[in-house]
């Protein structure tokens, strides 16, 4: 069994069903892309791993760590070392980055049996951390994500992985909101954490983080399913070539 | 600073950090109820002047005619009748720690109260039920002048000051509680401080109700003269009992020119006390003044701290916090009363309401005519942290005067899901996610709080979220 197993998942959200049978594999030191048209699920499929209580699971399982996750609450599967970075972080006035971080990860450390951090000792590693995104220092005394700019927010997450060290990550569009030179450094970030303990699903628009990030598996997400899946040129083909080819592909062979 | 502490002790709870209860034997308590004979008696007891009677007596008759509040919260469980109007620990407040008797040093010490005072206070006081039962203040402090004692220490030994001031803020017939307090006080602080004297660290109180079914009425007095500047803190505990308690004080504070005072509250009642208190400062020209507020516990807390901003150019705040627990009403606010040209005053207040509690925010912006370039602003945000939860404002403004600048913005949310789940992605339970959302939104008044209080408000916060989920 992979490290991270999605089989036949199935989520509706009120009512409606989105992801209609979603099957995936991905082990640590791997590096997957999601892509897929707007509206295909690519979110959903995350929030959906991470326990978001909106997402209604309708069917299947997801195996990570020797059990179905979906049991478990979002704090757990955390604490397990699943993470996500959000399409869109949230806000959470008057609780400083670094108040909210330490709690976060000492919660992590905890879980492993390990012991929590002090306020000095933990301010040394976010310090180290935030140098290596080259994220300014005074972000650790400001209120979580409030009032940052999009690309800061990007950033953010990625510094919550580096310093979560999760065992699998849900990268969803990250790369959106960065400029040119963020890019890069985001990117350096996430590949830098990917190797035999990580591995990551990176969903994305766009060849262009693909650059950084190199592949292993690019996936298609179309109408709730993976319809399709292959090495880094298919993010190269639907690049050139969008996904209308793809779908006029998948009705000719559905009729045929 | 302290989060993983506040985590830890997440799973204590009121009872056992200050709902536990003393076996104490008092020298002395009158009979439960009121009467003039009850008024004559603490008076007596206390060895006061005529003067001091006579204010007492003359309050009572005001009591017994002034009506019961309807405007507020419901008080229709205070029952005059079932209340003991005063208990006496001890015979005199002690100088020392050691001279405290035996039980109630074991009280405070589970407060921490000596352990603050070793560590950063300036003085300190304790009262218990109604006597203060010690008072220190730092020598070098005492040198300069600086009176710090409780208010019945002050009648005896510096009469002239409390007859000058006492009543004079708050009227006896300012309302009903306060004339109550006037007749009934017992205990409460004074502090004097000469002009120009600043006193760096905070002075502070700490107020516990002991007995059932006790009456709490402390007279609390500061006089910050010319230039002067003190920050005063003050604490508050009670057991938990079946039958409610009443805590009514008074607090007056005169705010000289230029000087300046702080006044803090950290209130955490248990959810038997009725918390009826009339705070009010005056402040002359240049002079500032500031209440910072926190409220959490009691049944019902009817509190509305006051700065009447009287010489040109004063400023005042009200910086507030109260939480609401199930079944709790907390009924708080602020009154600006503007009568000066050039006077500024803030006030920003933060409810929480958790379950079927009730924070509603009552104020008054006053300015009168002739008070120009006036600047106020007042903002009041209320959390809501269940369906059941509620929250009401009933902001008033009288502004009889053209040429001011007035500011007002009110917001109700409820703690979001998706905030929730965002921390709760990171490995926080659902019941920290909320508790640190919570923290977060009262984090610009809790700031204001010497760091010791903030670090304990965090965790007061936390114990209160308890049991909030599921
Ligand atoms: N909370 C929600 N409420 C209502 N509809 C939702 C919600 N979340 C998702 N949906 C619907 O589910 C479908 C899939 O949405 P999802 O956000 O997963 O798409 P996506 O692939 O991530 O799109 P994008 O590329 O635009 O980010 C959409 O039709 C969307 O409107
Ligand atoms: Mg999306």
């Known amino acids: 069994m992979a490290d991270l197993e999605i089989r036949d998942l199935r989520v509706a959200v009120e009512g409606n069903e989105i992801l209609k049978g979603v099957n995936l594999a991905v082990n640590k030191g791997e590096i997957h892309a999601l892509m897929g048209p707007n509206g295909s699920g690519k979110s959903t499929l995350a929030y959906?791993?991470?326990?978001h209580p909106f997402y209604e699971i309708t069917g299947g399982e997801v195996w990570f760590k020797g059990q179905n996750i979906l049991e478990l609450e979002p704090d757990e599967r955390a604490r397990l070392g699943l993470f996500l970075a959000f399409q869109y972080p949230q806000e959470i006035p008057g609780v400083t980055v670094s108040k909210f971080l330490r709690a976060a990860v000492n919660a992590r450390r905890q879980a492993m049996g390990l012991e929590p951090y002090g306020p000095y000792e933990f301010g040394l590693i976010l310090n180290e951390k935030m140098e290596r995104l080259r994220i300014d220092p005074s972000f650790a005394f400001r209120a979580l994500n409030e009032g940052f700019s999009g690309g800061e927010k990007k950033r953010m997450e990625i510094l919550q992985m580096s310093l979560l060290e999760p065992e699998m990550a849900v990268l969803d569009e990250t790369d959106s909101g960065l400029d040119i030179d963020a890019l890069r450094i985001v990117a350096d970030g996430v590949n830098s954490l990917v190797g035999p303990n990580m591995g990551v699903l990176v969903i994305t628009h766009y060849q262009r983080l693909l650059n950084y990030i190199q592949p292993h598996f690019v996936h298609v997400l179309m109408d709730g399913r993976i319809v399709r899946s292959g090495g880094p040129e298919l993010a190269l083909e639907l690049e050139a070539r969008g996904y209308d080819w793809l779908r006029a592909e998948l009705e000719s062979t559905a009729t045929a | 600073m302290e989060e993983t502490k506040v985590l830890e002790t997440l799973r204590d709870d009121y009872a056992e950090r200050y709902g536990f209860r003393d076996e104490a034997t008092y020298l002395y308590e009158t009979p439960r109820g009121l009467s003039r004979?009850?008024?004559?008696?603490?008076?007596?007891?206390k060895n006061e002047p005529e003067w001091m009677r006579q204010f007492r007596l003359r309050a009572y008759e005001i009591f017994l005619k002034k009506p019961m509040p309807t405007w507020g919260a419901d008080l229709s469980g205070v029952d005059f009748d079932r209340i003991v109007y005063y208990a006496r620990p001890t015979d005199r407040?002690?100088?020392?720690?050691?001279?405290?008797?035996?039980?109630?040093?074991?009280?405070?010490e589970r407060l921490g109260i000596p352990e603050a005072e070793r560590k950063f206070l300036a003085g300190v006081e304790a009262q218990y039920d109604s006597e203060s039962v010690y008072s220190n203040v730092r020598e070098d402090l005492a040198r300069m002048g600086v009176i710090f004692c409780s208010t019945d220490e002050a009648v005896q030994k510096y009469p002239d000051l409390?007859?000058?001031y006492i009543g004079t803020v708050v009227s006896i017939a300012?309302?009903?509680?306060?004339?109550?307090?006037?007749?009934?006080?017992?205990?409460?602080?004074?502090?004097?401080?000469?002009?120009?004297?600043r006193v760096e660290y905070p002075?502070?109180?700490?107020?516990?109700?002991?007995?059932?079914a006790m009456g709490q009425f402390e007279r609390t007095l500061i006089i910050a003269d010319e230039g002067a500047f003190v920050h005063y803190v003050e604490g508050c505990t009670a057991p938990i009992y079946t039958e409610d308690s009443l805590h009514a004080a008074v607090v007056e504070i005169i705010v000289k020119r230029g000087a300046r005072v702080r006044y803090t509250t950290i209130q955490n009642w248990s959810n038997n006390v009725y918390n009826l208190v009339t705070k009010r400062a005056f402040a002359y020209e240049e002079a500032t003044m500031e209440w910072v507020d926190c409220n959490i516990g009691s049944k019902v807390t009817m509190k509305y701290p006051a700065v009447y901003l009287l010489g040109r150019g004063a400023h005042g705040e009200v910086l507030s916090m109260a939480f609401a627990g199930d079944g709790?009403?907390?009924?708080?606010?602020?009154?600006?009363?503007?009568?000066?040209?050039y006077t500024t005053s803030l006030v920003q207040s933060k409810s929480i309401s958790k379950g079927t509690g009730r924070a509603s925010y009552r104020g008054l912006l006053k300015v009168y005519p002739g008070a120009e370039h006036v600047k106020a602003n007042v903002s009041c945000d209320a959390?809501?942290?269940?369906?059941?939860?509620?929250?009401?404002?009933?902001?008033?403004?009288?502004?009889?005067?053209q040429n001011v600048h007035i500011g007002h913005e009110a917001t109700v949310s409820k703690v979001g899901d998706e905030q929730i789940f965002y921390l709760m992605s990171r490995g926080l339970s659902e019941e920290e996610a909320i508790t640190m959302i919570v923290n977060g939104f009262i984090e610009p008044i809790v700031k204001e709080l010497p760091m010791e209080y903030a670090v304990e408000m965090n965790r007061l916060i936390a114990l209160e979220m308890e049991g909030s989920v599921g």
């Open chain 1, 48 to 51: 959906a791993l991470m326990g």
């Open chain 2, 37 to 45: 004979r009850v008024v004559e008696e603490i008076s007596a007891i």
């Open chain 2, 93 to 108: 407040p002690a100088r020392s720690w050691d001279e405290v008797p035996e039980y109630i040093k074991r009280t405070f």
């Open chain 2, 162 to 164: 409390v007859r000058e």
């Open chain 2, 174 to 197: 300012d309302n009903k509680f306060a004339a109550l307090n006037s007749a009934v006080w017992s205990g409460g602080t004074f502090i004097y401080v000469p002009p120009g004297v």
């Open chain 2, 203 to 212: 002075l502070q109180a700490y107020f516990r109700i002991n007995r059932e």
């Open chain 2, 328 to 341: 709790q009403h907390q009924d708080t606010g602020a009154k600006m009363i503007h009568r000066a040209p």
């Open chain 2, 383 to 401: 959390l809501l942290l269940h369906d059941v939860s509620r929250t009401d404002t009933y902001p008033t403004m009288e502004i009889q005067e």
